[in-house]
């Protein structure tokens, strides 16, 4: 697998697992963040199933349930993919791993809950008395 | 012996900034500090965001203050503690000090909370009455920026108010505008229940040059942007008057006189160099911990008992507000994580008949999903590797839960006990410095508070159809409100008391110890504005000493 192969299909990989509209621009840094942890060899052999499964499923949902989700092998994997874009961490017998402050700050939870990332607000006095808009 | 200095206080802490600042005027000052001053406010946000553990000291830790002003913030353990009774209280040793990472809640003492003997037959009366610290009161809050609501305080629980706050209260959290109609009104163990708003020491609009709060949710353990009141702002302003402000200073001893005054003190820079230095008046004002420490490292064959020791009473009376935290899942979205973590608070459980056997307590209303009991990460580890769900309906799951996330907290008046205390553990820090020794035992008192607490709190959320409710586990469970008071009580006795109604030491008449550790008793309140008011009521008497 090519770099930009891996790229692109972690990209479409991370799309699919979180059900948003991920930065790309941050995919380069969390591809290379997954493959520096002990769990990182397998992202590949992750991928290529996510590609073939994209390429062939007739129910792709149902597919990346039972062939990653449920899946030993694949499964705590693609979790801390997901858990990585949602809290731009990883976990690990209750150890956090946070990476930098803008992926911090990027990371989906936060859009998810109408919120905004802690120490990040970018409002104004008062805001918190309103319901988020989106 | 000639005086380097007119005034040296020990501690760059909000009492420490406060005095200096009122004091600088024609005055030589010198603060000591143990911790450091700095990195930028950008820099400590960034470790706080990127920390494994989003706890209090996360934004200070990894510093070379982690070895030579350690405190239970720091990674590694501080208390020695050997009691099967934890006190989990925590303290941040900077310039600043912990007002750093404080939540900024400053509600006033009530009126029956300096007379727990009279009226309940426990605990002590205060030396002063809650109309003697009144109009110091009103001098707190113009000093720090408090932002309330004159109008639903002034009266409450009999504590009126003679003056305005300074600031329009913060705006209620949306989940607070939710469940307060559901709340209002429900009769509880006989008080009714009433979601106030909480004066916080936060700005509403521009005050003393900062901004006003634009709701980052991190007071706790950081404002990114200095809109909640921390000690810097006196600090900087004294030093800019011309205090001199030494930090990486660990003072190790206060010296006595044979005529009982203290007029010189010893003081340990993180290079383990020991320093000395001179001053006419000696104010120690390094928090209810190390305070005490400090007097009783300062014994001497003359005084075996330690500085300002006579009575027995230094480290003896520690106290915070032990705390619950209880959550659940609301039917209705609140949008937590937005704006400070707490707006309002249900203060309706701060008196009563029931005082004299059980803990009164003060109760906040979350504006942060599930606080303590579980963070919003580990709900989507919840969700992502217990349910594991995937694409939109987790995405979709994420919001319909954590929206409606909500918690409680009730935080108990701790009576004072001469056996919670604090003396000197033989174990040492990096400079060589014992570090606390802590006695602590959790009362029948707090027990039977908790357990009200515990009542309230879930009549409270079956009141508002909550669903999930998870209460601490049994009542022995209770975290810290990292309210550390008592260790060297206030009184007018010099045989029952350290220091007078004005701070100053009973045994030292130059001597004064200001900060929570001189409270007799603690009640509910959130303790900086009464420590405030107590310091701006002993400027007077700090101004005669300097002038004699």
């Known amino acids: 697998m090519t770099t930009d192969d891996a790229l692109a299909g972690f ?20 591809l290379a963040r997954v493959k520096a942890e002990r769990f990182g060899t397998r992202i590949e052999p992750l991928i290529a199933l996510f590609r073939s499964l994209e390429q062939s499923s007739t129910d792709l949902e149902s597919d990346v349930r039972s062939q990653i989700i449920q899946s030993s092998e694949h499964g705590p994997l693609a979790q801390q993919v997901m858990l990585l874009w949602y809290t731009s961490a990883f976990e690990d017998s209750s150890q956090w791993k946070f990476g930098t402050p803008d992926q911090h700050f990027r990371a989906l939870i936060w859009p998810a809950i109408g919120a905004h990332p802690p120490a990040l607000s970018g409002g104004y006095f008062g805001y918190w008395k309103y319901p988020p808009e989106h | 012996m000639t005086a380097d200095y007119d005034l040296i206080i020990v501690g760059a802490g909000m009492v420490g900034g406060i005095l200096a600042t009122h004091l600088a005027s024609g005055t030589r000052i010198l603060i000591l500090e143990s911790g450091e001053k700095g990195p930028p406010r950008a820099e400590l946000v960034g470790a706080y965001v990127t920390a494994p553990a989003k706890t209090m000291g996360a ?31 925590t303290y941040q040793r900077r310039y600043g000090g912990s007002t750093w990472h404080w939540r900024g809640n400053v509600p006033r003492l009530i009126p029956s909370d300096f007379q727990m003997q009279t009226l309940y037959k426990v605990g002590v009366d205060w030396p002063l009455t809650y109309t003697d610290l009144e109009p110091w009161y009103g001098l707190a809050e113009k000093e720090i920026g408090v932002s309330g609501d004159h109008a639903e305080w002034d009266g409450y629980l009999g504590a009126k108010r003679s003056t305005d706050y300074p600031m329009s209260k913060i705006w209620p959290a949306y989940g607070d505008t939710v469940v307060k109609p559901l709340l209002d009104g429900a009769l509880l163990e006989d008080r009714e229940v009433r979601v106030m708003s909480t004066p916080q020491a936060r700005n509403s609009q521009p005050y003393d040059d900062a901004p006003p709060c634009a709701g980052n949710s991190t007071c706790d353990p950081i404002c990114p942007i200095g809109a909640k009141y921390d000690a810097t702002r006196h600090l900087n302003r004294a030093a800019q008057a011309g ?13 006595v006189d044979v005529d009982g005054r203290v007029r010189q003190v010893t003081y340990r820079t993180w290079d383990g ?15 209810a911990i190390e305070t005490p420490k400090l007097l009783l490292m300062s014994r001497t064959n003359e005084i075996p008992e330690g500085v300002a020791n006579r009575s027995g009473q230094v480290g003896r009376n520690l106290m915070d507000h032990l705390q619950g935290q209880a959550a659940a899942v609301l039917p209705m979205p609140v949008y937590p994580f937005r704006g400070p973590p707490t707006t309002s608070g249900i203060d309706a459980f701060r008196d009563g008949p029931f005082r004299a056997t059980s803990s009164a307590f003060r109760m906040s ?14 709900t989507a580890l919840e969700l992502i590797r217990e349910e594991k769900l995937f694409g939109k309906a987790l995405r979709q799951r994420i919001r319909d839960v954590i929206t409606r996330q909500f918690r409680l907290s009730y935080s108990t008046e701790t009576l004072p006990h001469p056996d919670n205390r604090v003396t000197l553990s033989p174990q040492q820090d990096a400079l060589g410095i014992p570090r606390p020794l802590i006695s602590f035992q959790l009362s029948d008192y707090n027990r039977r508070g908790f357990e009200m607490g515990r009542r309230v709190v879930r009549a409270l959320f079956e009141r508002l159809g909550a669903t999930d409710i998870a209460m601490p586990v049994d009542a022995n469970l209770y975290s810290a409100a990292n309210h550390i008071m008592g260790t060297c009580r206030m009184g007018t006795s010099a045989s029952t008391s350290v220091v007078d109604p004005e701070g100053r ?19 509910t309140a959130n303790p900086s504005l009464t420590i405030v008011a107590l310091t701006l009521r002993s400027l007077g008497a700090i101004k005669r000493e300097l002038a004699a």
Not at chain 2, 73 to 88: E, L
Not at chain 2, 243 to 255: C, G, N, P
């Open chain 2, 505 to 523: 030491s009973h045994d030292h008449p130059n001597l004064f110890i200001l900060g929570g550790s001189t409270f007799p008793t603690c009640g």
């Open chain 2, 59 to 89: 934004p200070y830790h990894g510093r070379d203050g982690d070895r030579f002003s350690p405190s239970p913030d720091t990674p590694t353990d501080y208390y020695d503690q050997p009691g099967a009774d934890k006190f989990k209280a």
């Open chain 1, 11 to 30: 990209v479409a990989l991370s799309r699919y697992l979180t059900g948003a509209d991920i930065a790309s621009d941050l995919a380069a840094a969390y």
């Open chain 2, 243 to 255: 205090v001199e402000i030494r930090t990486q200073s660990v003072v190790t001893r206060l010296h």
């Open chain 2, 273 to 287: 160099v020991d320093h000395t230095a001179k001053g006419r008046v000696v104010i120690v004002t390094a928090h």
């Open chain 2, 365 to 378: 209303v979350g504006n942060d999903g599930w606080g303590l009991v579980q963070g919003p990460y580990a």
